[in-house]
């Protein structure tokens, strides 16, 4: 069986790909996840694409936890759920923002492009300390990250 999607740019248009794809045989056991980004429209009935989605990683980058809140209303599971963070913004405070995602419940934090120009993360000791603060965001101040050079 052949599931098909046919696409006029509209809302419902995302839904039958994502439903499409979802209900394939070819898919078992695969995971489906989307880019979360000022896409509430995805997310309305009858076209609400959380019934299909595996996960969703929030994506404007603005280290806000509440930006997750929206996804639970529309059905997704906190266990489903990611943070992107942005270096150029937490660069002294990703901790705090760590700790965040895990108090509420939320499964994932990401790091957004680290190493781009203008680098954030310009050298492997600022690496290991922005790192860290991950660490010990969720581990406990005990916790560090270091770097060793690599051995050929």
Not at 32 to 45: C, G, M, N, V
Not at 47 to 57: Q, R
Not at 98 to 124: E, L
């Amino acid at each position: 069986m052949m599931n098909t999607a046919n696409c006029s740019g509209h809302v419902n248009a995302f839904y039958a790909l994502v439903k499409s794809i979802k209900t394939n045989p070819a898919f078992a056991g695969k995971v489906l996840t989307k880019a979360l980004y000022d896409d509430s429209q995805y997310f309305k009935k009858p076209y609400n694409v959380a019934e299909y989605l595996d996960a969703g990683y929030e994506m404007t980058y603005d280290d806000n936890v509440n930006d997750l809140t929206p996804y639970i209303g529309y059905g997704m599971s906190k266990s489903n759920l990611g943070l992107g963070v942005n270096p150029g913004n937490t660069l002294d405070g990703v901790g705090v923002v760590t700790q965040a995602v895990i108090a509420h419940g939320y499964s994932t934090m990401m790091v957004w492009a680290p190493n781009t120009v203008p680098a954030f993360i310009a050298s492997t000791e600022s690496a290991a300390s922005y790192y860290t603060q991950i660490a010990q965001g969720e581990y406990g101040q005990n916790a560090t990250v270091t770097y060793q050079a690599e051995s050929n």
